[in-house]
């Protein structure tokens, strides 16, 4: 099967009925600070793991709650996603920022830059777009591995992770007009589901 641009890799995908039984915005608890946590989380594991940490942690899924968590405590939460001294690390310190420079995770919602979430220890691209597009309803496109495999598999090679993220754009902004209806005119629940029918075709 050839796909000639992302619009088509799109209806291909939306075809497969791939999202009946996931939330609306795929990721679970979008637009909560959860998304922050299981972004950093889902680094190098896969979701089910993520899944049992956050089952742990979830007396802390709010801001204010989470600074009150100590470090061995959070530790012992997530051991079940790997490094996660490491990443028990970057979550208290980025925890910690966000209440330092918003105040609390409305505020940071509305106004957090991706350059701000890239100076975060521990945040990559994929992490930041994860973190704008699911927990704070920015409309961006979250590229991952899973993408990188789907699109070799249609035979799309790219160098790097910025390439590969405006190919996937575009399909939806050039092709916008005949798709909104199906997104009730949500740019971000475009690319929301966009991203999580190809994360659950490669699964």
Request: aromatic share 16%; with cysteine; glycine share 4%.
């Amino acid at each position: 099967m050839e796909i000639a641009n992302s619009y088509e890799l799109l209806l291909f995908l939306k075809e497969q009925n791939l999202l009946k039984d996931k939330p609306k915005y795929w990721w679970p608890n979008a637009f909560s600070f959860e998304v922050v946590i299981g972004a950093i989380l889902t680094q190098n594991t896969k979701w089910e793991r993520v899944e049992v940490a956050l089952n742990n942690l979830k007396e802390f899924l709010e801001l204010e709650k989470f600074l009150s968590l100590n470090e061995s405590a959070l530790q012992e939460a997530i051991k079940t996603t790997g490094f996660y001294r490491q990443k028990a690390k970057n979550l208290l310190l980025l925890a910690q920022n966000i209440k330092n420079e918003f105040n609390d995770f409305a505020t940071f919602q509305e106004e957090v830059a991706r350059e701000w979430l890239l100076e975060q220890r521990g945040i990559g691209f994929e992490s930041a777009d994860a973190i704008l597009c699911y927990a704070c309803k920015r409309e961006v496109m979250v590229v991952d591995a899973y993408t990188k495999r789907l699109l070799a598999k249609f035979g799309y090679e790219f160098d790097e992770y910025h390439a590969m993220q405006e190919w996937l754009s575009s399909g939806i902004y050039e092709h916008w007009d005949k798709i909104k209806k199906f997104y009730e005119n949500d740019l971000n629940l475009a690319f929301a589901r966009f991203h999580g029918k190809i994360v659950e075709y490669m699964k």
